[in-house]
T-cell receptor
Framework: AQSVTQLDSHVSVSEGTPVLLRCNYS??????LFWYVQHPNKGLQLLLK??????LVKGINGFEAEFKKSETSFHLTKPSAHMSDAAEYFC????????????FGTGTRLTVIP | EAGVAQSPRYKIIEKRQSVAFWCNPI?????LYWYQQILGQGPKLLIQ????????DSQLPKDRFSAERLKGVDSTLKIQPAKLEDSAVYLC?????????????FGPGTRLTVL
């Protein structure tokens, strides 16, 4: 069985400072891991994904995440926060069982202070 | 390219009433998903279709929820009768096919409030 734990339900940063959203996963297989972003009244959008290639994954809007198997972590980072980054972020795990089922974490709400 | 379309965007009903949601996936996407997102939680898969066949409905409360994708294109999710705990956002997603390498694209969702 697979699951993800997002360690912070809410993160607040000042504009221009780094962003760190933490995620730990549990999986019986070599998982695929994703980060999705959800802006208010908009659909979920894929930020980036890890599927057993390079462990440092670069995504859209300057975000990146590093897969660390020894720590079972997949933290999301961005060097400098922008006001438009304020949203809900979901860490997601999927196992290579063929069904492509996604298992979402509970989300981290990012607030960016001007 | 048009995205995943859902309607209605909002729905308010009383408990024990029935409700239906509609989803039109991205053209050419064979796989369609319905998720339930309760406030403060991440989305949870309810049912997955590959063309007009069900791939996974293990998390669908079949005593009150039903879904169909008769022609392998658009889909309808129904709740009958609704309960208070069904208040949530219902998200539809589609992908080219089954498998982790096929990105899921999400619609804006339907927000259901059951009074």
């Amino acid at each position: 069985a697979q699951s993800v734990t997002q360690l912070d339900s809410h993160v607040s940063v000042s504009e221009g400072t780094p962003v760190l959203l933490r995620c730990n996963y549990s999986s019986s297989y070599s998982p695929s891991l994703f980060w999705y972003v959800q802006h208010p009244n908009k659909g979920l959008q894929l930020l980036l994904k890890y599927t057993s290639a390079a462990t440092l994954v670069k995504g859209i809007n300057g975000f990146e995440a590093e897969f660390k198997k020894s720590e079972t972590s997949f933290h999301l980072t961005k060097p400098s926060a922008h006001m438009s980054d304020a949203a809900e972020y979901f860490c997601v795990v999927s196992e290579p069982t063929g069904a492509n089922n996604l298992f979402f974490g509970t989300g981290t709400r990012l607030t960016v202070i001007p | 390219e048009a995205g995943v379309a859902q309607s209605p965007r909002y729905k308010i009903i009383e408990k024990r009433q029935s409700v239906a949601f509609w989803c039109n996936p991205i053209s050419g996407h064979a796989t369609l998903y319905w998720y339930q997102q309760i406030l403060g939680q991440g989305p949870k898969l309810l049912i997955q279709f590959q063309n007009n066949g069900v791939v996974d409905d293990s998390q669908l409360p079949k005593d009150r929820f039903s879904a169909e994708r008769l022609k392998g294109v658009d889909s309808t999710l129904k709740i009958q009768p609704a309960k208070l705990e069904d208040s949530a956002v219902y998200l539809c997603a589609s992908s080219l096919g089954v498998g982790t390498y096929n990105e899921q694209f999400f619609g804006p969702g339907t927000r259901l409030t059951v009074l």
